[in-house]
């Protein structure tokens, strides 16, 4: 890791000494005031602006003109693609819920004291970015299955709005669990744009697919920095929400969206995926921010193991991105 990236993710406060909420650090309490952040200001705004430096303006793509929409031709693409493409739209297009749930984690009203105001304001210069750019997920597999003929805009609206409406709901309560969970998802669908674009005939798609896949990178690189943030902080307090969400691991939309089992189950030769994949590299987070190896550590790990070999999930999409 560069040196000027390793001081980015150095939590400002010191083991043992208070942290902006009044809480001691890894030695000490380790509770966060509930719907709070619970990080200091300064490092969430550090972790914010590398990752809006990683997209500047002249990087940043958009759906009207980043792609060659006429060209679009879904008869280059098998049915299970064709099958792939729309499951993915789904789980794309389900933003509003996911953005609504980090908006209800980590308020910004007058429901919270200014502490905690002032603290979730930094997170959210990067959710309403985070959330700018899935929308336009959403709004490029939508326009690609339409300009491609696999839908009709009418028919697909309604079908999105459908299942659109349904809850998206989380049980962690550890601000650290739900970021890791979304480092497991950006991770896991980063890789399913991979592998679906290794396979498809389209170009305009193959386009597409790497936008997106670039995308979930950077968000997964986020989503490693605010994991990162609190284990230094918090010390390894923090490794069993880690575990815990992965020990409640529920893709995106797996209870809600119609048919999901069979529809994933069908599509897995098409854009074969193993989402515990992903948990791999939650770990390598989770090992380069302690410092010490400890017994939670490799507990973590040997758990992850155990997933890896006996998860009889059915996994050949990704979601979210939180897409
Ligand atoms: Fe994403
Ligand atoms: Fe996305």
């Given at each position: 890791?560069?040196?000027?990236?390793?001081?980015?993710?150095?939590?400002?406060?010191?083991?043992?000494?208070?942290?902006?909420?009044?809480?001691?650090?890894?030695?000490?309490?380790?509770?966060?005031?509930?719907?709070?952040?619970?990080?200091?200001?300064?490092?969430?705004?550090?972790?914010?602006?590398a990752?809006?430096?990683?997209?500047?303006?002249?990087?940043?793509?958009?759906?009207?003109?980043?792609?060659?929409?006429?060209?679009?031709?879904?008869d280059?693409l098998?049915e299970?693609?064709?099958?792939a493409?729309?499951f993915?739209?789904?789980?794309?297009?389900?933003?509003?819920g996911?953005?609504?749930?980090y908006?209800?984690?980590?308020?910004?009203?007058?429901?919270?004291?200014?502490?905690?105001?002032?603290?979730?304001?930094?997170?959210?210069?990067?959710?309403?970015?985070?959330?700018?750019?899935?929308?336009?997920?959403?709004?490029?597999l939508?326009r690609?299955?339409?300009?491609?003929?696999?839908?009709?805009?009418?028919?697909?609206?309604?079908?999105l709005?459908?299942?659109?409406?349904?809850?998206?709901?989380?049980?962690?309560?550890?601000?650290?669990a739900?970021?890791?969970?979304?480092?497991?998802?950006?991770?896991?669908?980063?890789?399913y744009?991979?592998?679906?674009?290794a396979?498809?005939?389209?170009?305009?798609?193959?386009?597409?697919?790497?936008?997106?896949?670039?995308?979930?990178?950077?968000?997964?690189?986020?989503?490693?920095?605010?994991?990162?943030?609190?284990l230094?902080?918090?010390?390894?307090?923090?490794?069993?929400?880690?575990?815990?969400?992965?020990?409640?691991?529920?893709?995106?939309?797996?209870?809600?969206?119609?048919?999901?089992?069979?529809?994933?189950?069908?599509?897995?030769?098409?854009?074969?995926?193993?989402?515990?994949?992903a948990?791999?590299?939650?770990?390598?987070v989770?090992?380069?921010?302690?410092?010490?190896?400890?017994?939670?550590?490799d507990?973590?790990?040997?758990?992850?193991?155990a997933?890896?070999?006996?998860?009889?999930?059915?996994?050949?999409?990704?979601?979210?991105?939180r897409?």
């Open positions: 890791m560069p040196a000027d990236r390793h001081r980015l993710l150095t939590a400002s406060a010191q083991p043992g000494e208070p942290g902006p909420t009044g809480l001691a650090g890894p030695t000490g309490l380790q509770a966060i005031p509930a719907r709070s952040v619970g990080l200091p200001a300064d490092d969430v705004d550090r972790a914010v602006t990752f809006m430096t990683a997209s500047p303006v002249t990087r940043r793509w958009d759906v009207e003109t980043g792609f060659d929409w006429a060209a679009a031709d879904a280059r098998t299970g693609q064709r099958s493409v729309r993915i739209t789904f789980i794309e297009d389900h933003l509003p996911y953005f609504a749930l908006g209800s984690r980590f308020p910004l009203d007058s429901d919270v004291d200014v502490e905690t105001f002032l603290l979730n304001r930094e997170i959210y210069h990067f959710t309403v970015r985070w959330a700018q750019e899935e929308d336009s997920h959403a709004r490029a939508f690609y299955q339409v300009e491609s003929g696999i839908a009709r805009p009418a028919a697909l609206r309604r079908e709005a459908e299942e659109g409406r349904k809850q998206f709901a989380l049980p962690h309560e550890h601000p650290a739900l970021f890791a969970y979304t480092l497991v998802q950006e991770k896991a669908t980063q890789i744009y991979q592998n679906l674009r396979v498809v005939c389209d170009p305009v798609l193959a386009e597409v697919l790497g936008r997106l896949s670039r995308d979930e990178a950077r968000h997964f690189t986020f989503m490693a920095d605010m994991v990162d943030l609190y230094r902080r918090y010390g390894d307090a923090v490794v069993e929400p880690i575990r815990e969400a992965i020990a409640q691991f529920r893709m995106p939309l797996a209870d809600t969206l119609r048919g999901y089992w069979r529809w994933a189950l069908r599509i897995a030769d098409t854009a074969h995926y193993d989402h515990t994949e948990y791999e590299h939650l770990v390598r989770v090992r380069r921010a302690v410092d010490a190896p400890s017994d939670r550590v507990e973590l790990a040997s758990f992850v193991r997933c890896r070999a006996t998860d009889p999930t059915p996994s050949p999409v990704a979601p979210l991105s897409s």
